[in-house]
Structure formats: C-alpha cells, structure tokens
Nanobody, 124 residues
C-alpha cells in the first residue's frame, strides 16, 4: 500500500507557473503508474496526465499537453507536475494517484490510491 501527499498548490496569475509535488510513502513510486487528476467545482474529476511505470514516459490530457510536464524523482519517491502557461480554467483541486494497471487509465476507477488534493487557483 502507498500513501500520497500533495503540496505546492496556491494562487497564480494567468500565464504563470506552479509546480506540484506528490510524496509517496510505503512503496516506491517506480512500483506504480503515477498520475495527476483535477476536479473543478461542480465538475467531475478529470485526468491530467500520468507517468507509466512500464514505459517510463508520461501521457497527458489534450487540455494540458504542451503546458504541463510530469516527472518523478525515484531517489526521494516524489512525483511532480510542472504547470506552465496557466489558464483560469486550470483552477481545480489537483490529486495525485497511484495505480497498478497495465495501462494508463483516464478514469478514477483505473487508479487504486489517492492523495487528499491541493488547491490551484489561477486568476485572470
């Protein structure tokens, strides 16, 4: 089992940047697919992107492709989400997730473990 704790959220202006961190404890991040989801008020939780444990590469939702970058540091068991060129529509609670499936799933049911989330607010 793995425990996930996110940090790094906050307030940013449109066009700005933030970096989120997700520290995992209990198991190595390399043991899981590691991903990020977000949930805006009144909306369902949506896939942002994920790092595949098998392929060693990241996949992204079309809405963030080219602006967001996911990386991991296995030495400190941490997953990152670098968010650039932020838009007001990126405002949401961002969640870190870990999963053991053979593929990168884009729905919540594809993931096994979740953090508590960190708020990101982008002002226009």
């Amino acid at each position: 089992q793995v425990q996930l704790v996110e940090s790094g959220g906050g307030l940013a202006q449109a066009g700005g940047s933030l970096r989120l961190s997700c520290v995992a404890s209990g198991r190595a991040v390399s043991s899981y697919n590691m991903g990020w989801f977000r949930q805006a008020p009144g909306k369902e939780r949506e896939f942002v992107g994920a790092f595949s444990r098998s392929a060693g590469v990241a996949e992204y939702a079309d809405s963030v492709k080219g602006r967001f970058d996911i990386s991991r540091d296995t030495a400190i068991n941490t997953l990152y989400l670098q968010m650039n060129s932020l838009k007001p529509e990126d405002t949401a609670v961002y969640y870190c997730a870990a999963g053991t499936s053979l593929w990168i799933g884009t729905t919540q049911n594809d993931w096994d473990y979740w953090g508590h989330g960190t708020q990101v607010t982008v002002s226009s």
